[in-house]
Antibody, heavy 119, light 110 residues
Framework: EVQLWESGGGLEQPGGSLRLSCAAS????????MSWVRQAPGKGLEWVSA????????YYGDSVKGRFTISRDNSKNTLYLQMNSLRAEDTAVYYC????????????WGKGTTVTVSS | QSVLAQPPSVSAAPGQKVTISCSGS????????VSWYQQLPGTAPKLLIY???KRPSEIPDRFSGSKSGTSATLGITGLQTGDEADYYC???????????FGGGTRLTVL
């Protein structure tokens, strides 16, 4: 069964850092691009970042560019999101998702991990 | 405000049909594929439609997608109470090099 499992969320102060992880199983992780998508409380989906299958290509949304870094370890079947200089508006559920065919076609999603940025 | 415009809400009776629109521009919908996602309350999003009008094998044919110019449409026929959810369109923007989601549409089955 294809599965994604996020971890690393929690409560962090403004200006702090968190590293999210997404463990993948049930598919050849190294063959697929991956994305992070977040959802603030009561709000819609916001795409955060994407990374190509090899890790050479990365893309970021304007709201996180320069603060967040996406990476992957294909030997560990794991996707990461390093989040620095956290702001209150980064508070959200963060989902990792597997891309297929195109960047916007996200066919498998994890259950999400909650990040709360508050003093 | 989202670059991709969706109506905030739609409603229809059980058994009826509903359509949800998603409007963009030439840099996104006009020149890229559109996907649609369903998010049931308290759950992660689920892929419903990809490449404008294709369905993953597990998605029933009550769900359909289409695209014309810079707009896309999700159609749902034979509405069921279990279809009550938030629906999002998504596409790539070639000018911005980002994935865009619409603001979401809440479907109520009366």
């Amino acid at each position: 069964e294809v599965q994604l499992w996020e971890s690393g969320g929690g409560l962090e102060q403004p200006g702090g850092s968190l590293r999210l992880s997404c463990a993948a199983s049930g598919f050849t992780f190294s063959s697929y691009a991956m994305s992070w998508v977040r959802q603030a409380p009561g709000k819609g989906l916001e795409w955060v970042s994407a990374i190509g299958s090899s890790g050479r290509s990365t893309y970021y949304g304007d709201s996180v560019k320069g603060r967040f870094t996406i990476s992957r370890d294909n030997s560990k079947n794991t996707l990461y999101l390093q989040m620095n200089s956290l702001r209150a508006e980064d508070t959200a559920v963060y989902y990792c998702a597997k891309a297929v065919l195109d960047w916007e076609t996200l066919d498998v999603w994890g259950k999400g991990t909650t990040v709360t940025v508050s003093s | 405000q989202s670059v991709l415009a969706q109506p905030p809400s739609v409603s229809a009776a059980p058994g009826q049909k509903v359509t949800i629109s998603c409007s963009g521009s030439s840099s996104n919908i006009g020149n890229n594929y559109v996907s649609w996602y369903q998010q049931l309350p308290g759950t992660a999003p689920k892929l419903l439609i990809y490449d404008n009008n294709k369905r993953p094998s597990e998605i029933p044919d009550r769900f359909s997608g289409s695209k014309s110019g810079t707009s896309a449409t999700l159609g749902i026929t034979g509405l069921q109470t279990g279809d009550e959810a938030d629906y999002y369109c998504g596409t790539w923007d070639s000018s911005l090099s980002v994935v865009l989601f619409g603001g979401g549409t809440r479907l109520t089955v009366l």
